[in-house]
Each structure stands twice: as C-alpha cells, then as structure tokens.
C-alpha cells in the first residue's frame, strides 16, 4: 500500500511548466521523498529525490513543503517527450521500509502540442 | 558502470506452462533486487524481493516465485501458467538500502498467457 497520493492524470502544453503534486502526509523524518517516471512499455526511470531542501537537476526541480506532507514536481519546460505515468514514493530506512519500494498508480501527465 | 539486464523482452506462453524470466545486474555487487508486475493500465505491484543470495521475500501470494542463485542474477518462475499472469514483468535493483540509494528499472519483460 502506497503512502502517497497523486491525481491520477493532468495535461500541459508543450513549452509550459508542469506542476505534479504528491501528498505524503503520513511520512516520517527519516523517508526522503522520490520521483519516477514510466514512459509506456518501458521500465520507470529515476528522475529527482530529497528530503527536506529543495532539490534540482538537469530533468526537474523537487520542492518540499516545510511540513514535509507535500512536494511538487516541476518540469520547466514541458516536451511531448515527458508524456509518462510519474511516480512519488517515499522511503526510509525504519521499520523494514528501507526494503521496499512501493509505487503507488502514479499521475499520467499527457503534454499537448 | 552499473546495468540491469532483463529477458526476454516479450513472451508469449500457453497457459498451464511453466515460465522463467532472468535478470542479472552488472557492475556492482550485493545489489537488492527487486520483482514488480504490472497489469494493463495498473500500477506496479511489487512481487519479491532478495537482499542476499537465497533470501527471498514475497510480498503477494500468487503462482509465482523467485530464486536467488547467485549474488547478481534474479530469477521469477512459475511451474503452471494462468491467464491471469499476463502481465509487464519488471525487475530493479538498489545499490544500497541507504535512503538516497536511487532504484534502477530494467526494460521487462511483456507476458502475455493465451
């Protein structure tokens, strides 16, 4: 059973920034937050994680909310390439979590020309 | 550098036939490895995991299982095939269970049982 929720689809128009959010109200001090992204028929594929500061790479940035349940995914730029299910899991390493990595349905984000 | 390889890419089996897909990681070692499923239009469902040689853990019970014969090679098998095994069967592993340890997806497998 997934800990985070997420809509379970959005759109966005190619060129403009994409905003997934991820709810993880349940998380606990130690799990960092992480993002996957499943282009159809292929295997999910990492793209950014963190714990408590913001975080941002070649792909996309990550920003946590001070509380920690929440954190938004952002494509600045959105392509018809980064048309894909995206996944937020989170994990730690208490209680046996650190073992699993448990996906949830993830949001299909669909980028429209 | 490190890298996941997964076969075959597609396969096409009878039902009550027996099933064996491989997964063997490159380039590092101890890996945990992990077995995922993902049905049409579904999300992923985690089916085994392996921390070490001969140690599996089965999150689901199905008609399916996995071995561990070897410190980088990953096995899921099934001695009679149902209809319901369709399916995209994934594997990944972890570098560590380190929390900042990123998880790596292999390409699948894509089963369908007719």
């Known amino acids: 059973d997934a800990k985070t929720t997420q809509p379970p689809s959005m759109d966005c128009a190619e060129g403009r920034a994409a905003n997934l959010p991820c709810n993880h109200s349940?998380?606990?001090?130690?799990?960092?937050v992480y993002w996957y992204r499943q282009i159809h028929s292929q295997g999910p594929q990492y793209i950014i994680h963190?714990?408590?500061n913001n975080e941002t790479n070649e792909m996309a940035s990550l920003i946590i909310t001070e509380d920690r349940k929440s954190s938004t995914l952002i494509l600045p730029h959105a392509t018809l390439r980064d048309t894909a299910v995206y996944y937020c899991i989170v994990r730690g390493n208490s209680g046996g979590s650190n073992y699993k990595l448990t996906f949830g349905k993830g949001t299909l984000l669909t980028v429209n020309p | 550098s490190q890298t996941i390889h997964q076969w075959p890419a597609t396969l096409v089996q009878p039902v009550g036939s027996p099933l064996s897909l491989e997964c063997t990681v490159e380039g590092t070692s101890n890996p945990n490895l992990y077995w995922y499923r993902q049905a049409a239009g579904r999300g992923l469902q985690l089916l085994f995991y392996s921390v070490g040689i001969g140690q599996i853990s089965s999150e689901v019970p199905q008609n399916l299982s996995a071995s561990r014969p070897q410190d980088r090679q990953f096995i899921l098998s099934s001695k009679k095939l149902l209809l319901s095994d369709s399916g995209f069967y994934l594997c990944?592993?972890?570098?560590?269970?380190?929390?900042?340890?990123?998880?790596?997806f292999g390409q699948g497998t894509r089963l369908t049982v007719v």
């Open positions: 990944a592993w972890l570098r560590s269970l380190s929390p900042e340890a990123e998880a790596f």
């Open positions: 963190g714990l408590k």
């Open positions: 349940t998380i606990s001090g130690n799990e960092y």
